[in-house]
């Protein structure tokens, strides 16, 4: 069973950085994936980062991609998602999932969320124009 919390959202101007954290009890790299999703009201999910494969490989969503980077402590117990350069269109609930399976086919894949089994509660983050 992975139990994850999420902290670190926060508010913060156009251009600014945000580093959130999750830590993730019962979270094995070598066997399971951790992802970073958001949800803004009235839209659905989206998937913004994995991590997997032990912390050796990663993937981003399009809209994220040169200004955010996901990575995790050595011990494998803590995963951060730092956001540098945000935008008024970041602001969203931020939530990580794990999923039982490190090993993807389709990297793409691993931003859907069906496929993730365990979910946080989310933290906020607004970004202000």
């Known amino acids: 069973q992975v139990q994850l919390v999420e902290s670190g959202g926060g508010s913060v101007q156009a251009g600014g950085s945000l580093r959130l954290s999750c830590a993730a009890s019962?979270?094995?790299?070598?066997?399971?994936?951790l992802g970073w999703f958001r949800q803004a009201p009235g839209k659905e999910r989206e998937g913004v980062a994995t991590?997997?494969?032990?912390?050796?490989?990663?993937y981003y969503a399009d809209s994220v991609k040169g200004r955010f980077t996901i990575s995790q402590d050595a011990a494998g117990k803590t995963v951060y998602l730092q956001m540098n350069s945000l935008k008024s269109e970041d602001t969203a609930m931020y939530f990580c999932?794990?999923?039982?399976?490190?090993?993807?086919?389709?990297?793409?894949?691993?931003?859907?969320?069906?496929?993730?089994?365990?979910w946080g509660q989310g933290t906020q983050v607004t970004v202000s124009s």
């Open positions: 991590i997997y494969l032990g912390g050796r490989n990663t």
């Open positions: 999932a794990a999923r039982d399976g490190a090993y993807w086919t389709n990297p793409e894949a691993s931003l859907e969320s069906p496929w993730y089994h365990y």
């Open positions: 019962g979270y094995v790299p070598s066997k399971n994936s």
